[in-house]
C-alpha cells in the first residue's frame, strides 16, 4: 500500500501500515564502525549529554518525502482568519508565528523568511542538529559546494515558481552563528531558535540513533567527530557557552515551499539522516520527491 501525503505528515502511530521498501545506504571507504568503548571521561561526559534513553528505529526511513497538500500563507499574529485544518494539525501555522534570531540577535518570523521575497520563490529550509554536530557541519560545508548560485540559477522555473533561496536554520544560541558560518563556509543566511520550537511544532524528531555511524556526507570516524565537537564546545569560552549549541538529540530535516505552500517534507530519523546535495537537487529540480530518494552510492562528497 502506498502512503499518502497526509499519512507522511502524520506521528509513525498514526500512518497507515503497508510494506515499506529498505533502504540501504553507502558508509565510508572503512565500512560501518562498530561503538567503540570510550575513555571514563568521555563515558561520563556521554552520559551527562545523553542521560535518556533515546527510541531506537528497527529499520531506517522508509518514506522520506512527501508530496503536502496543506497552503501555508503566512499570516500576522493579529489576523482574524483561523488557520485551516491541515495547518493547525501539523504545526505549521504555529511554526509560522514563531520569531527566528540572527547572529546580530534581530528577529524575524518564520513566515516572513518563506515568503518575505515574494510568492513565487521557491525556498529550501534545512533544519539542522545542533551547532557543534561536526556530521551537520559536514554537511553544510557539502551543500553549500554543491547548491552554489549558478546550479540554482539553472533549476527550471514554472509560472508559479522563480528563484530559489536556501535557508539554514539551528536550535542554539544566537551567539553560535558566526563560529559556525567560519567552521562550515555556509554561503546561505543561518538563523536559529533557541527555544526549539520552531522544530517540535512541525514534529521533528529527537533521538541519537545513529551517532556512532557516520553519514555517507562525512569522511569523519566517530570519535574523531566526538573530539571535535568537544574540543569546539570547551573552546566556546567557558562551562556555560559550552552547552548552549542547542539540543543534542534533536533532529531536523528538510523542508522546501513553493508559492505559499508546503510542497516536501522530510524529517530526519535518525543523527546521519540529512538528504545529500544530490537528492536536494533531484527534489528541486522536478518539483516533486522520487519514489525512493535513498540511492546506493550517492554521495555528495566533501567541497
Not at 513566515?111 to 553544510?140: E, M, P, W
Request: aromatic share 8%; with cysteine.
Amino acid at each position: 500500500m502506498r502512503s499518502t501525503a497526509h499519512d507522511a505528515l502524520l506521528p509513525e502511530d498514526e500512518q497507515r501500515p503497508g510494506p515499506q521498501p529498505r533502504i540501504s545506504r553507502q558508509m565510508g571507504k572503512k565500512g560501518a564502525l562498530a561503538e567503540p568503548m570510550a575513555s571514563a571521561t568521555q563515558a561520563s561526559l556521554l552520559v551527562y549529554l545523553f542521560p535518556h534513553p533515546c527510541k531506537t528505529h528497527s529499520r531506517a526511513t522508509t518514506q522520506h518525502a512527501t508530496m503536502s497538500t496543506e497552503h501555508i500563507i503566512p499570516r500576522r499574529s493579529n489576523d482574524h482568519e483561523k488557520p485551516k485544518p491541515a495547518e493547525a494539525s501539523d504545526g505549521l501555522y504555529e511554526a509560522y508565528e514563531i520569531e527566528l534570531q540572527n547572529s546580530a540577535g534581530g528577529t524575524i518570523r518564520f513566515g516572513d523568511l518563506i515568503a518575505g521575497k515574494g510568492s513565487n520563490i521557491t525556498t529550501l529550509v534545512i533544519f539542522i542538529r545542533h551547532f557543534f554536530c561536526i556530521y551537520d557541519q559536514s554537511y553544510v560545508r557539502t551543500v553549500s559546494h554543491h547548491l552554489s548560485d549558478s546550479i540554482l540559477a539553472s533549476l527550471p522555473e514554472t509560472p508559479d515558481t522563480g528563484p530559489c533561496q536556501v535557508i539554514i536554520i539551528g536550535c542554539g544560541d544566537p551567539a553560535r552563528i558566526v563560529p559556525y558560518v567560519a567552521e562550515t563556509a555556509a554561503r546561505f543566511p543561518v538563523y536559529t531558535d533557541p527555544t526549539g520550537r520552531i522544530y517540535s511544532e512541525p514534529r521533528m524528531k529527537r533521538t541519537v540513533h545513529g551517532i556512532t555511524r557516520p553519514p555517507v556526507y562525512t569522511e569523519v570516524s566517530f570519535v574523531r567527530a566526538l573530539g571535535r565537537t568537544l574540543k569546539q564546545m570547551f573552546s566556546a569560552g567557558g562551562w556555560l557557552r559550552a552547552f548552549r549549541g542547542g539540543p543534542w538529540n534533536l533532529n531536523g530535516g528538510e523542508w522546501v515551499f513553493r508559492g505559499g505552500r508546503c510542497v516536501y517534507v522530510h524529517r530526519m530519523e535518525s543523527v546521519g539522516d540529512h538528504l545529500t546535495a544530490g537528492q536536494l537537487l533531484e527534489v528541486l529540480g522536478e518539483g516533486k520527491p522520487g519514489e525512493d530518494l535513498h540511492r546506493d552510492g550517492e554521495v555528495g562528497g566533501e567541497g
